[in-house]
């Protein structure tokens, strides 16, 4: 016999542990309950107690059990003898004398509504048999997992109601809780994947982590409770275990729903987006407040829904093409990642660095149908920066020519003015410069503006022009005097894009 088992499974059973998961449940405790409970005896008078054994669960029938008087002697005796509780039943004393009484005595009384001679042979089972009555409670857990839907938040609440006393939760891999009670989210967890850590601030954990299909991990499983009991972390630990299959079952069908339908996990990352941007400040791992479903889902997709993230887009070069075909290829080149009709193609985000996502797009594109070119965004802190990202990517993936990857942290100011959408911006450019295009007759004023702002001066821009510097000067009087302030820096940005795109 393990080590393990032997200072678990078999170690006594407490009075909590009778009350919350066993024989008694239902009952009504009022003390500590931490006792342990080795034994059990049937009292019908007050001087029996006197021979009662330590640690013994004392069952109080018949005129023993019949008064206020005769009760708080029992009680008194009982706690002379060092007994582990009091088990009386219902009706022989009010509760509130009871509870009174619990308190200024030190023992912990616990009133039933069944046979006392019932409820003593339950519990004279469960002190003799503390492995099998625990094995009850698993097998009963056992059950209910079994016949849960596939669902991260049905599972955590099954735990929670069948583990009285214990607070569990299911973290993500970078400590996000997903589901569960935030008090466990909290606590440390124990040393390796299934120890049940000692004791933590008065307390104990117990953790099982659950894997993803790839084999990583998808998230951990982690517990926390009170109870003195040296078994009850062991049945804890042993039901986290249950739990593993489900979860990861439920992870599972996520994918292969996502996979199937593009429009499903197009709307699913079209909200994590939109979750993100509205998330508040600080919101980071470890929190104890429960993410929003839209976040749950991910994690069971396995998608990065926090820390650096960096974008991309695929853009076919002409026409269109299929988007679950597409979502197929580029998640088998990238991993499990997002992937939204963005831009004229295809776009998402991934854990992985701008470097890696270059390889790995570059080994992409040959395997689409279609000639496409790529982008990669800058990485950003998170996904609430993520739209940032998604803009350089389709920026960087509309100047790649078709079967190559740019980057838009590797664009110069040329690069990133060629990809403006020159159809949408034409109207608004043209209102920007229509006073000098106004006294334009040929474009050579628009020209010269262009390469002035360009080129940050007169005689670089004259040089670009292959006029002389006098020219450009002139030029620039006629500009200014159409209206327009050089030296103003916003002027100047939005003339420069303007001129681009008209000059486009």
């Given at each position: ?5 032997a ?9 909590t ?23 059990v ?15 013994t ?10 008064g ?49 001679l ?37 599972v955590?609440g ?9 607070s ?26 299934g120890d ?22 998808l ?13 009850w ?15 990861a ?15 499903v ?16 400040p ?7 407040e ?5 976040v749950?889902?991910a ?10 993230v ?7 070069v ?16 990238l ?9 004229g193609g295809?776009?998402g ?16 594109l ?30 960087a ?21 060629g ?24 474009g ?29 000067t002139?030029?620039?009087?006629r ?21 681009h795109?008209?000059?486009?």
């Open positions: 016999m393990s080590p393990a088992r200072t678990g499974w078999e170690a006594p059973v407490t009075v542990e009778l009350v919350n998961a066993g024989p008694l449940a239902g009952a009504r405790m009022y003390g500590a309950g931490e006792n342990q409970v080795r034994g005896r049937i009292v019908d008078e007050l001087a029996v107690l006197g021979t009662v054994a330590p640690h669960a004392v069952v109080l029938t018949g005129t023993v059990a019949g206020g008087w005769a009760v708080e002697m029992a009680m008194r005796r009982a706690w002379e003898q060092a007994a582990a509780c009091v088990i009386a039943p219902s009706g022989g004393l009010s509760e509130s004398s009871g509870e009174v009484l619990a308190e200024r005595l030190g023992v912990t009384l616990i009133f039933v509504d069944e046979d006392p019932i409820v003593a042979v339950r519990v004279a089972e469960a002190a003799s048999r503390p492995d099998a009555a625990r094995m009850q409670l698993v097998a009963r857990c056992a059950t209910r997992l079994a016949e849960a839907e596939t669902s991260a938040r049905r955590l099954i735990l929670n109601a069948e583990l009285p006393g214990t569990v939760a299911f973290l993500d891999r970078n400590g996000l809780l997903l589901a569960g009670r935030r008090d466990a989210a909290g606590r440390p967890e124990g040393g390796g994947d049940v850590a000692g004791e933590q601030g008065g307390g104990w954990t117990a953790h099982a982590e659950v894997p993803d299909q790839e084999g990583g991990l998230g951990t499983l982690v517990a926390a409770g009170s109870s003195r009991s040296p078994g972390p062991y049945v804890v630990r042993t039901v986290l275990t249950l739990a593993v299959a489900p979860l079952a439920w992870a599972a069908q996520e994918r292969l729903r996502a996979a199937r339908e593009f429009t996990q197009a709307s699913l990352a079209e909200r994590l987006l939109t979750e993100a941007a509205a998330s508040p600080g919101n980071a791992a470890g929190s104890a429960p993410v929003g479903g839209a749950v889902n994690v069971a997709l396995g998608w990065p829904v926090h820390g650096p960096t974008a991309y887009q695929v853009r076919p002409t026409g269109a093409g299929d988007a679950t075909l597409a979502q197929t290829l580029v998640t088998a080149a991993g499990q990642v997002p992937v939204i009709a963005r831009g295809w776009a985000w991934s854990g992985l660095g701008p470097g890696e996502l270059v390889a790995r797009l570059e080994r992409c040959p395997t689409l149908p279609w000639p496409c070119s790529a982008g990669i965004g800058p990485q950003v802190a998170d996904l609430a920066a993520a739209a940032e990202s998604l803009a350089g990517a389709e920026a993936a509309f100047m790649a020519d078709a079967g190559s990857v740019a980057r838009a942290d590797e664009m110069g100011p040329a690069e990133l003015l990809a403006l959408p020159s159809q949408a911006l034409r109207a608004p450019a043209a209102v920007v410069l229509r006073p000098l295009l106004t006294i334009d007759r040929d050579t004023l628009l020209e010269t503006l262009a390469a002035v702002l360009d080129e940050g001066g007169a005689l670089r821009a004259a040089e670009r022009l292959g006029v002389h510097r006098n020219t450009v002139t030029r620039l009087e500009i200014k005097s159409a209206g327009f302030d050089l030296d103003d820096p916003a002027t100047r940005l939005a003339l420069q894009l303007a001129c795109v008209m000059l486009r």
